[in-house]
């Protein structure tokens, strides 16, 4: 049997630009801001995909918000086997309700979070969390941090993998680092992850993502290189999104402006008009003029959207027109991407379509290579 625990508060602070969603003040922050979760719904996704191959199939769950709600809304039978002694879950519940959807008999847990839910997860089922006799976990991903290789890349492809594995054919599985950072750090800029446990994670090529991977030491001229590039191409009149990331920090660097640390800053021409703007103060700026989105490559992953930086939305997205996106990036993570193609998830497949197909990333002075961008969604047979 298959099991779902969903963290209800998971994904609130990333449209909020608060860099994740940890802890009731953040929460807090985040619903001044307009800002929902997301993670009920990305479940739902998940499971509707399963319900079309597997309509009768029984799913482990907790009660309500932690996944009995979206079992049931996506169609299938709920078994709840735990119930949280609040409405106001923590992380305490997560671990427990892993711990006993495992304990009931499930081979592959369903987790509905981001790094922070996946770390509780670890929690739940113990030091012999990632070892052969342990049962599968594989991510949903509904967060804002999500450095860990433990996720699919989309709510459809967890849906079409946990299909796979109710199916006839055995899918492998492989040991995986559970990595988690400091919110409070990230929010000084130090991503210093750390090594929480392991988790079995099903396999499978296009569905499963990869661990983050820092840019090496060796490889900041080249980013200084792609970041003066990305200046240059710069035109006037136009308003510039700074998303996360070091190349744009580098960016705003040669600007001349003060970065705000895993947020979205708006520049227009060589100003800086807005720091730290949540989706809500993007789609304004974005309705003063015309915008454009700078946005980098996620080491190793491959992500242009949809891992920490959400506050870049599909309505932002779509807001910015038929050229949303200003990528810059050191040639070499491409190259390190082995042909894999870069990455957009912003929950909404139909925009994400409309980002598929070849991209120019800016990889240095005068140098630029197209690249192919997927739309995972799109991909994922259903």
Not at 1 to 9: D, H, K, Q, R, S
Not at 149 to 156: D, E
Not at 287 to 315: D, E, H, K, M, Y
Not at 361 to 377: N, R, W
Request: hydrophobic share 50%.
């Amino acid at each position: 049997m298959i099991g779902l625990v969903v963290n209800p508060v998971a994904g609130v602070g990333g449209p909020a630009g608060l860099a994740g969603s940890d802890g009731a003040v953040v929460q807090a922050r985040a619903a001044e801001h307009g800002s929902l979760p997301r993670a009920h719904e990305r479940a739902v996704q998940a499971l509707t995909i399963i319900a079309r191959s597997h309509p009768a199939e029984w799913i482990l769950t907790a009660a309500g918000a932690m996944g009995g709600t979206a079992v049931a809304e996506a169609g299938l039978e709920p078994v709840v086997v735990f119930t949280p002694s609040s409405a106001t879950t923590t992380p305490d519940d997560t671990a427990a309700a892993v711990a006993a959807v495992a304990a009931a008999g499930a081979s592959l847990v369903l987790v509905a979070g981001g790094d922070g839910t996946l770390r509780d997860a670890v929690r739940g089922l113990g030091p012999s969390s990632g070892s052969p006799g342990a049962p599968a976990v594989l991510g949903i991903p509904a967060g804002v941090k999500m450095y860990s290789p433990v996720f699919a890349v989309t709510p459809v492809a967890a849906g079409s993998l946990a299909a796979d594995w109710l199916g006839p054919d055995p899918v492998a599985t492989a040991e995986r680092e559970v990595l988690d950072v400091d919110e409070a750090a990230l929010r000084r800029a130090r991503v210093e992850p750390a090594l929480y446990g392991t988790l079995r994670v099903p396999q499978r090529l296009g569905r499963t993502q990869a661990r983050k991977a820092p840019t090496p030491v060796s490889e900041e001229a080249a980013v200084a290189s792609a970041a003066h590039a990305a200046v240059a191409a710069m035109r006037p009149g136009i308003r510039y999104l700074l998303g996360p990331g070091g190349t744009t920090a580098r960016i705003a660097a040669v600007l001349g402006i003060a970065k705000t640390p895993l947020g979205v800053d708006v520049v227009l021409d060589g100003r800086l008009v807005a720091a730290g703007a949540d989706e809500h103060r993007l789609l304004e700026e974005v309705a003063a003029g015309p915008a454009q989105a700078v946005v980098t490559v996620i080491g190793g992953q491959g992500f242009l959207l949809g891992r920490g930086n959400q506050q870049l939305s599909a309505r932002v997205i779509r807001a910015l027109g038929p050229d949303p996106l200003l990528v810059v990036a050191p040639e070499q993570k491409l190259v390190d991407l082995g042909g894999r193609p870069l990455l957009v998830d912003t929950g909404d497949p139909h925009v994400d379509a409309s980002l598929a197909g070849h991209i120019r990333v800016i990889t240095g002075a005068a140098a630029a290579a197209f690249y192919a961008v997927a739309a995972p969604e799109a991909s994922v047979p259903v």
